[in-house]
């Protein structure tokens, strides 16, 4: 896996064009952590979501833990674009939070530069399958503590640890709502996966 320049054109009129560089990137995570609200803070299209609503047929099937109030999830997918600057196009990709949907992420997952793990620190146990996951791939992820309402359940050490998180993962803090704070994720994204692929 490693990163290409963007590519140049050259039009029938002689300029030179900036082909964007396109670069898929998965946002992870346990159910209800905030990542459809992530990928819809910061795409600048229309965000696509597979939402279906939450019925009784879920009940003891899909663990809310402290997301009662949740009335759907995402049962395949979100999608988002969004350009950082000339050269470089960013296709989100959120997976499926619950454990029947995790045969997916392979599909998803593929041709990714890296993921978000998204973490809420109220649920910790819901964000080990996703780290799992993405250390046993070999794909660059950093491990994103989303704070609800700026609140910081817990030392961000102390989540490394609990985690199990290489020192080599960046950790970071996000309001997956605040499109400055999404977008300060990606490219602390991009950048960690830039360096693993040198």
Known sequence: MGFRHSETAEPAGGVTATV???????????????????????????????????????????????????SSTTVAMDFGRVTLGEDLILYLFGTPGQDRFRFMWDDLVRGAIGAIVLVDT?????????????????????????????????????????????PDVPLILCDARDRESTKAALL???????????
Request: glycine share 8%; net charge negative; hydrophobic share 50%.
């Open 122 to 166: 109220n649920r910790l146990a819901d964000c080990f399958p996703a780290v799992d996951y993405f250390e046993s791939m070999d794909v660059p992820f950093i491990v994103a503590v989303n704070c609800f309402h700026g609140m910081l359940s817990h030392n961000v050490n102390d989540v490394r640890e609990a985690l199990a998180v290489s």
């Open 188 to 198: 602390e994204l991009v950048q960690h996966a830039m360096l693993k692929a040198v």
């Open 20 to 70: 964007p560089l396109p670069v898929k990137i998965v946002v992870a995570g346990g159910f209800a952590v905030g990542k459809t609200t992530l990928v819809g803070s910061i795409s600048e299209i229309e965000p696509l979501t597979t939402e279906a609503a939450m019925t009784k047929v879920s009940l003891g099937v899909d663990d809310v833990g402290g997301a009662e109030a949740k």
